[in-house]
């Protein structure tokens, strides 16, 4: 058990729906991560926020978008889902940014399959 | 991952070592992480790299040449449980970019 925790762990929807992936980073990790691993491209970073601010945006498209709270919860937000959606998203923390040597740990992720 | 290679497939015997290479795009270098995932579960940490040389945990020791864009994973005593995928992953300027994993079989 890493100490990151995911909400949902399954779900399932339609194509044109919205939902919105949950993630609690460990205690005192001020970083969180946002990855998603689909069967043909493997992982890939979407976006990183520390203590309340973007750090740093990878391969994320238009259509979705990330915020981290006060209590540095973070959530994913997933608009106008397609097929190609369809991963296995995961999101991890460290306790510090990404050009620190600082350890990410990974949440057991959520599987979104879009219909 | 776009800038990493890694081979896609090994296979190895238990007890045995197998070395394996990741090559990465040098410029914009700021890292080189490895990671373990067993299919379903989320990638765990293994070892952390920016400076050349060997470092070694216990069974499982990474090296780094920055000159030469290249690490490598060794892991030794290979046990069936080893068997999974090896991510090898670049910080690339403020990116944090996966290679595509080598999927490791360890047989009896």
């Known amino acids: 058990d890493s100490g990151v925790t995911q909400t949902p762990k399954h779900l399932i929807t339609a194509t044109g729906q919205r939902v919105t992936l949950r993630c609690s980073p460990r205690s005192g990790d001020l970083s969180v991560y946002w990855y998603q691993q689909s069967l043909d491209q493997g992982l890939q970073f979407l976006i990183q926020y520390y203590n309340g601010e973007e750090r740093a945006k990878g391969n994320i498209l238009e259509r979705f978008s990330a915020q981290q709270f006060p209590d540095l919860h973070s959530e994913l937000n997933l608009s106008s889902l397609e097929l190609g959606d369809s991963a296995l998203y995961f999101c991890?923390?460290?306790?510090?940014?990404?050009?620190?040597?600082?350890?990410?740990?990974f949440g057991p992720g959520t599987r979104l399959t879009v219909l | 991952g776009q800038n990493i290679d890694q081979p896609t497939e090994m296979t190895a015997t238990e007890g045995a070592i197998v070395q394996i290479n990741c090559t990465y795009q040098t410029s914009g270098f700021n890292g080189l992480f490895w990671y373990q995932q067993h299919a379903g579960e989320a990638p765990t940490f293994l070892s952390y790299n920016v400076l050349d040389g060997l470092e070694e945990k216990g069974r499982f020791s990474s090296f780094l040449s920055r000159s030469k864009g290249y690490s490598y994973l060794l892991l030794k005593e290979l046990q069936m449980k080893d068997s999974a995928s090896y991510l090898c992953?670049?910080?690339?300027?403020?990116?944090?970019?996966f290679g595509p994993g080598t999927r490791l079989s360890v047989l009896p």
């Open positions: 991890a923390s460290s306790e510090g940014t990404m050009t620190s040597t600082d350890t990410q740990y």
């Open positions: 992953a670049e910080i690339y300027g403020q990116n944090f970019v």
